[in-house]
């Protein structure tokens, strides 16, 4: 009897705790309006414990949006490594050159003109042959649950040839003609170019609808809708290879090294010497990544960290499923990064049963987490990585008009797509306590600033945590 009531008084007084604990965020939960089909999941623990403080429905696998960067880009720095650089590195092997791209997705026109300077330095004569080694990452341009149809012309391709984002600037400009009517002229001052089948209109607003027409090799694309003023737009290129190379000859003539033959794909020779290169930090890269929610970047990143690991792991990759498994056959594409991420995890001692993984950045529909997993393993790499160093403060990136007086006490990233929004990352309360939080908003038919309003409020019931 004595031991049942000791049980009881445990029991009571854990209750009591958990409610005192959770008070300001379940008050900040009560006083939505949410509709009931809606689905709110949170999961708040101390960077030093391994249960939650606070938890409401953290076991329902949802999808995290552009949280899971978090998760996708801490497993690739383990694989790269803090002091990794993405390298556009240029080779020679006789009178031949090899560009051998890096995988930089940040990769400008202008730094291919410092390259092609270096070039220039190292290397005055004559060129035989220049070659492109690609084989840094597949060419899938979509990862599953991304198609064309969906994401151009909002989604650059992801691929080995990258610069410049692979978009191109177009401008819409209200003329006048002789006589005197307006019509829409498009002007398109890069060396890439789109045939345009203009069909726009002008009105009291800007609705421009682009659609390729014929598929997309045929570079063909339809404008419908309206212009109100002039407008400039960012097309993502169609033919990725030859963006690049367009970009890489212009490159070459500023820097007056003289090639006019092709560029050639080619693998560098192993005995071909290195003898100019451009560099980036991974550091420069993530921050951009997790601070802006880049997508494209996120997909590379990710793909070229899982391409190292592969090289890295053979043994392991035979051992999933022998020497014709799919990861043997596709060494730098996002199955072997997707191996890579639940290898990483496993490692944690985190259980990734149920995780489903379709992409690095959180686009697809098929992702799917629970806040739970998302807090435990925020907790791990709280202590076994340096991915909090690159996630956005408020003021910064995707947190730029959000809970800025909690600034110095903040590291997150935020998570959006239709009907999905999430929010997670550390925080230091009011009484320096070290927390970790996960959120989910799922289902809902809110404005989006309603549900981030309520994201915010929640993070500051957990900095008010007593």
């Keep these: ?37 809606s689905i709110i999941s949170v999961s708040v623990r101390k960077t030093n414990s391994a249960k939650d403080i606070y938890s409401l429905r953290s ?16 497993a690739a720095l383990d ?48 060129i035989r042959n220049f070659y492109i080694d690609d084989s840094i990452i597949d060419k899938k341009y979509y990862p599953d649950g991304w198609t064309v149809d969906d994401f151009w012309p909002n989604s650059p391709k992801i691929s080995p040839y990258i610069v410049d984002n692979n978009t191109v600037s177009v401008d819409f400009l209200i003329e006048q003609n002789k ?24 009105s009291d607003k800007n609705n421009i609808i682009s659609s390729l027409n014929y598929g997309e090799s045929s570079g063909i694309v339809s ?25 890489l000859r212009k490159a070459l003539d500023s820097a007056g090294v ?4 092709p560029f050639y794909p080619k693998k560098v020779p192993a005995n071909a010497k290195r003898i100019a ?24 990143v990710f793909k070229a960290a899982g391409a190292k690991w592969a090289a890295e792991n053979n043994e392991y990759i035979k051992n999933l499923g022998g020497s014709n498994s799919k990861n043997q056959n596709t060494k730098n594409s996002f199955e072997n990064a997707k191996t890579m991420f639940f290898d990483f995890y496993d490692r ?3 259980n990734n049963n149920k995780i489903n993984l379709s992409d690095a950045s959180g686009v697809s529909r098929y992702n799917t987490m629970t806040t739970s997993w998302m807090s435990e393993a925020l907790v791990y790499l709280d202590k076994n990585s340096k991915i909090k160093d690159y996630m956005a403060s408020p003021g910064e990136g995707t947190l730029t008009r959000r809970m800025r007086d909690l600034k110095d006490n903040l590291k997150a990233k935020t998570g959006t797509i239709f009907g999905v929004s999430s929010l997670c990352g550390y925080l230091t309360s009011a009484n320096d306590v070290q927390y970790v939080f996960s959120i989910i908003i799922q289902n809902f038919s809110e404005r989006p600033s309603v549900i981030k309003g309520l994201e915010d409020d929640i993070v500051s019931g957990i900095y008010f945590i007593e």
């Design 1 to 37: 009897m004595k031991f049942s009531k000791c049980i009881i008084t445990v029991l009571f007084f854990i209750f009591i705790c958990t409610n005192v604990f959770a008070n300001p965020i379940v008050k900040a939960i009560d006083n939505t309006n949410l509709k009931r089909n």
């Design 277 to 300: 290169s451009f560099a980036r930090p991974i550091g420069d890269v993530l921050s951009f990544i997790l601070k802006t929610s880049n997508n494209f970047a996120a997909e590379v």
């Design 59 to 74: 076991g329902t696998y949802l999808n995290p949006a552009s949280s899971l960067k978090v998760f996708t880009m801490a």
């Design 223 to 247: 404008l419908r809708g309206t212009l109100a003023k002039n407008l400039t737009k960012q097309y993502p290129v169609l033919d990725t290879a030859q963006f690049f190379a367009f970009r």
């Design 179 to 202: 006589a005197g009517k307006s019509n829409v002229k498009i002007i398109q001052n890069d060396d890439y170019k789109f045939s345009f089948i203009n069909e726009l209109e002008i």
């Design 348 to 350: 944690a001692g985190l």
């Design 258 to 261: 003289s090639y006019s033959k």
């Design 79 to 126: 694989t790269l490594g803090e002091k990794y650089n993405f390298e556009t590195i240029v080779y020679i092997d006789n009178k031949d050159l090899y560009l051998k791209l890096g995988a930089d997705p940040l990769l400008t026109h202008s730094d291919l003109k410092i390259l092609a300077q270096k070039i220039k330095a190292a290397y005055g004569g004559h």
